[in-house]
């Protein structure tokens, strides 16, 4: 209940001060859309997937500011609630601290050289800096790597930085904003499969960003009917969800990656009790 109330505390005291174009997402959107195929069905069997995943809190040389630890569980429970309901879990693999003004304030010309910093092989790698030309990016889409804004990161932009290294595309790829290599998705979804971000189940989105009422309603007006409230979309605060057919592509890509094979854990454990099965009864018996 804790993290939750700072998670809100956090949320209404930005809401005032966000500005739209800085949710913006840097993650290249030039590469080759990448399929995999998972043996015996796994993409979409009930069996749990769990991702380490190593947050780096980038700080000023002096060791001053930077982003407050003590939230960095709140971001893991986030993504755990957006991921956990199509089998994926998010293991704290670990934190440290860079400790580089350089970084501290970061550009796009030295992402490359911060990635490259305490990166853990094992792991996504999550840095956390105080500002950067973006609200977040992936290295490209399926990757190890991400960075996001402090500022940033108790919102979906976490959980949509972490959607592009499990190789999901914007929602508006090929169509809006400054998205628009590759092809565009039609509105009736005939092509989905191939354009796009390439799955099925989101509709043709041509970017939602500047066209949201305050409901997250899109007011476009050009016949098209996005879903905003997509992690994967422009739709800024108003995101909550995947679908299952983006749930599918990333466990695919999970267990067909080479890449992402490497960050696959084991230390994602369900709460159990453990004890007697009957819990009525006359003698004094202890539970964990």
């Known amino acids: 209940m804790k993290t939750k109330i700072t998670y809100l505390l956090s949320l209404i005291s930005l809401l005032t001060t966000i500005n739209l174009r800085s949710q913006e997402c840097g993650t290249p959107s030039t590469g080759i859309n990448q399929e995999f195929s998972s043996p015996l069905n796994r993409s979409t069997s009930d069996e749990s997937l769990c991702l380490n995943v190593y947050f780096h ?36 693999q670990g934190v440290d601290f860079i400790d580089n003004s350089n970084y501290y304030e970061l550009t796009d010309n030295e992402f490359n050289s911060l990635i490259g910093i305490n990166n853990v092989s094992n792991s996504i790698n999550f840095y956390l800096v105080n500002s950067y030309d973006y609200a977040g990016r992936a290295e490209t889409i399926l990757s190890k790597n991400l960075v996001v804004q402090n500022t940033y990161a108790l919102f979906p932009t976490s959980a949509h ?27 009736n979804g005939t092509n989905c499969s191939s354009c796009g971000d390439f799955v099925c189940d989101t509709a043709a989105d041509p970017c939602v960003l500047g066209k949201l009422n305050s409901n997250c309603q899109y007011t476009g007006g050009d016949g098209y009917n996005p ?43 369900a709460p159990y009790i453990d004890g007697l099965n009957t819990i009525c009864n006359n003698a004094e018996i202890t539970y964990t």
């Open 57 to 92: 809190i980038v700080r000023q040389t002096n060791g001053s500011g930077g982003f407050n630890i003590n939230n960095i569980d709140v971001i893991v429970e986030n993504l755990n609630e957006y991921y956990n309901p199509f089998g994926i879990y998010i293991n704290k």
């Open 161 to 187: 930085e972490l959607g592009h290294c499990l190789n999901l595309w914007h929602t508006h790829h090929g169509l809006g904003c400054d998205d628009t290599n590759g092809c565009a998705e039609a509105i």
């Open 227 to 269: 879903d905003p409230t997509n992690i994967m979309s422009y739709g800024g605060l108003c995101r909550t969800h995947f679908t299952a057919g983006q749930a599918q592509k990333m466990r695919s890509s999970i267990l067909g990656s080479s890449i992402l094979q490497q960050v696959l854990s084991n230390l994602c454990l």
